[in-house]
T-cell receptor
């Protein structure tokens, strides 16, 4: 499955605590994305990265921040978790180095986050 | 921003029959339209995609058609089999920015009746 891992796979946390989710790839793909999936909403883009230290906001970025200090890792941080951030979070990657960004996106296995 | 509408939300067909799922998009600058299949508890898996310079693409029992003028695209599955049961998502690329994220439809739950 395209060499993408996510950690942790499951997490339960309390309202107000910070949470960091990690996406790791071994494919040397340039572009990385974070989506959340909720019943009735499909998948929605949170943030994306087009290179090391290059990131931008997606459709539902409020309450989230990201960092990419090296090609293989893309971190998603919930600065102060709320119950509305209970969701399944998917990371995706696309594009080999230098290629067009309009390329197949491969998804990681997902992280199920519950905020109590 | 881009908006993608997907219909129907649930589709039940007899095994061996065809299934059609339809999507519309709002931004005429979108140029990439993938379809994903997701089984319960699993990650979305790409099954077919189409780019805006092509009107139709086929891969065995699966085909996708694109009408740029009307801004809609459809997934066609022929000779459906039990393993086709899943949730299917259409998506459209989000123009602009440093990378092409995707806007997804809300999904179609396809049920194949034996």
């Amino acid at each position: 499955d395209a060499g993408i891992t996510q950690s942790p796979r499951h997490k339960v946390t309390e309202t107000g605590t910070p949470v960091t989710l990690r996406c790791h790839q071994t494919e040397n793909h340039r572009y990385m994305y974070w989506y959340r999936q909720d019943p009735g909403h499909g998948l929605r883009l949170i943030h994306y990265s087009y290179g090391v230290k290059d990131t931008d906001k997606g459709e539902v970025s409020d309450g989230y921040s990201v960092s990419r200090s090296k090609t293989e890792d893309f971190l998603l941080t919930l600065e102060s978790a709320t119950s509305s951030q209970t969701s399944v979070y998917f990371c995706a990657i696309s594009g080999t180095s230098g290629s067009s960004s309009t390329d197949t996106q491969y998804f990681g296995p997902g992280t199920r986050l519950t905020v109590l | 921003g881009e908006n993608v509408e997907q219909h129907p939300s649930t589709l039940s067909v007899q095994e061996g029959d065809s299934a059609v799922i339809k999507c519309t998009y709002s931004d005429s600058a979108s140029n990439y339209f993938p379809w994903y299949k997701q089984e319960l508890g699993k990650r979305p898996q790409l099954i077919i995609d189409i780019r805006s310079n092509v009107g139709e693409k086929k891969d065995q029992r699966i085909a996708v058609t694109l009408n740029k003028t009307a801004k809609h695209f459809s997934l066609h599955i022929t000779e459906t089999q039990p393993e086709d049961s899943a949730v299917y998502f259409c998506a459209a690329s989000i123009p602009g920015g440093g990378a092409d994220g995707l806007t997804f439809g809300k999904g179609t739950h396809l049920i194949i009746q034996p």
